[in-house]
Each structure stands twice: as structure tokens, then as C-alpha cells.
């Protein structure tokens, strides 16, 4: 075997590699990366004696020590609940309106509220609470079934068109797609809702709609269209509107009827975190209303 070119400056040995006239040279790698290196081995033979390393077929290794991350976790969850078992205690016991003078309980429920909150209702309603087109805003005092706190409670428990048997339930008929009016009579019908809002309206339009009004929407919104809250009815006197207040957006709730749902919670969430994401939104409403007078308008 010939040797290797050796550097005539340096004396170390060439690789054989050069470009444009520089040659390589074959120095040996640091004393401390290697040893580095040597250990990292070690380490690696290690870990996969003693930790879960090796995917098999059915299962993998687990390892001398038995170290098992989801083992952890649930047993960090355990010694959370453990935490909060006093205070969710504390939460079912207690009433809502003791819940929001005890400044320590409800500091804990409004964590607690925020959080589930955050992860459940956000979504819909906004990381604020303050809604958007087909969604109530909850920082406002308009409530179509009741701002008190038990009425919230009572809403987040049963929801509204969900499947709870004690559901609240209301409904807009479709009017247009149905054919139960025909699209001269939504025409007037919907300057007969902008009227009711205090703008200007077709006066025409509103005459013929009157009659109409009282014989399909009145039962629900009332005579002069302030709305029910036994029934979920919207107040169409207000500024209020939860699908736009132009318009074509009222001609498209009358024409199409739309019905949000929002879902049952009571399955999902215990007692005390129910209390706790009422007094939550209670806590974030307008508080003007709180025996729940107000209804929003469609």
C-alpha cells in the first residue's frame, strides 16, 4: 500500500482530496469531541436498557425502570383533582348568590369559569364573549332566556335545541321556504320589523304587514314586538340583532328561519363546573339586566 502525500508545512498526512490546488488534511478529530461522542453511545445503550426505546409489533420496550408517561400524567391528574376536590365541593354546595359573595369562592370560580370558557364556548362566542353574526354576545345585558344567575345556570345545563329533555326551545318558522308567506308578504314584513326598530320604513309595506304580524309573529314576539322571554322570543324594538339588522338580513330570517343550537353542557361538566361557568358569564355580562328583561333581536 503507498502512503499517503503528507503536508510539507504541517507534516500530517493529505485525505488524497484537493481543489484548485488546496489540499485536505487528514487531521484527527478533537481528543474532547471524541470522548463526547463515546459517551453519547453509552448513554444511548443505556437508556435503552433502562427507559421505553424500542418499537415491536404489538407493544414495545418498557424498559428496567417501568417509567410510563401516561402512568405520570394520570397521576398528576389524580393529584389535581385531589387539589380541587375542596373547592368543587365547596362550588355544589353552595348557591350561586354565595358562590359571588364569598370573594375566595368566586375568585376560584371565575378561574375555573375562564378556563372551561376558553376551551368549550370561545369558539363560538368569541375569546371575549362578545359574540358574532349567529352567535349571542354574553357581555351585553340582552338575554333571550334570562342574565340572572340561575337562568344562565339552567341554559348551560339544558342548552338551547339540544338533545336534553329539558332543553329550552324556541322556533322561527321558516316562513319563505315553507310557503307559509308569500315573498310580497316578506317584503312587507320586513318593513314592518324595521319599523318596529324605530327607523324609517316603506309605510305602505308596514300597512299591509300588519295584520300579517299579528296573525303569525305576535303570538311569540308580542303585540308590539318586544318579545317573550318564556318562549325565547327576540325583542324586534331593540338594536339587538343576531343574524344583521339590514334589510336583507331580516328578509333572510324570515324567509329561511334559522334556529341556533347551542349543546347541552350537563353530561360534559360537572355541577360545580357549571356554577362555576355561570357566575363566570354573569360576572363578564353588562349586569343592567339582571332579572333578564331584555331579548335580542334575530
Given at each position: ?33 471524541l470522548w463526547v461522542w ?229 353530561e360534559r361538566f360537572s ?6 361557568l355561570a357566575v363566570y ?18
Open positions: 500500500m503507498s502512503e499517503r502525500e503528507r503536508d510539507e508545512h504541517t507534516g500530517v498526512e493529505t485525505t488524497g482530496h484537493e481543489w484548485d490546488g488546496i489540499r485536505e488534511l487528514d487531521n484527527p478529530l478533537p481528543r474532547w469531541w463515546y459517551a453519547s453511545i453509552a448513554f444511548s445503550i443505556g437508556y435503552w436498557i433502562l427507559m421505553p426505546a424500542w418499537p415491536g409489533i404489538t407493544g414495545y420496550t418498557r424498559g428496567m425502570l417501568g417509567h410510563s408517561d401516561r402512568a405520570n400524567v394520570a397521576a398528576d391528574l389524580r393529584e389535581l383533582q385531589g387539589l380541587r376536590a375542596e373547592r368543587e365541593t365547596q362550588l355544589v354546595n353552595a348557591s350561586l348568590e354565595q358562590i359571588e359573595a364569598d370573594p375566595a369562592l368566586q375568585a376560584h370560580a371565575l378561574a375555573v369559569g375562564q378556563s372551561v370558557f376558553g376551551d368549550n364556548c370561545a369558539t363560538c362566542h368569541g375569546a371575549g364573549g362578545g359574540g358574532a353574526r349567529g352567535y349571542p354576545n354574553l357581555r351585553d345585558d340582552v338575554w333571550l332566556w334570562g342574565g340572572s344567575l340561575p337562568e344562565i345556570e339552567h341554559t348551560i345545563r339544558v342548552g338551547i335545541r339540544a338533545d336534553h329533555a329539558e332543553t329550552r326551545t324556541s322556533l322561527m318558522p321558516s316562513f319563505g321556504r315553507d310557503n307559509i308567506l308569500s315573498a310580497d308578504q316578506i317584503s312587507d314584513m320586513t318593513e314592518y320589523v324595521v319599523a318596529l326598530s324605530g327607523r324609517p320604513a316603506n309605510a305602505q309595506g308596514v300597512a299591509r304587514a300588519a295584520q300579517v304580524y299579528a296573525d303569525n309573529c305576535a303570538a311569540c314576539h308580542g303585540a308590539t314586538g318586544t318579545g317573550m322571554q318564556e318562549t325565547g322570543a327576540p325583542n324586534l324594538t331593540d338594536r339587538e340583532w343576531l343574524y344583521g339588522s339590514d334589510r336583507a338580513s331580516i328578509a333572510g330570517q324570515l324567509h329561511n328561519g334559522r334556529n341556533g343550537v347551542m349543546p347541552s353542557w350537563e355541577p360545580g363546573v357549571i356554577k362555576a358569564i354573569h360576572a363578564n355580562a353588562g349586569g343592567g339586566m339582571d332579572d333578564g328583561s331584555a331579548t335580542a333581536a334575530p
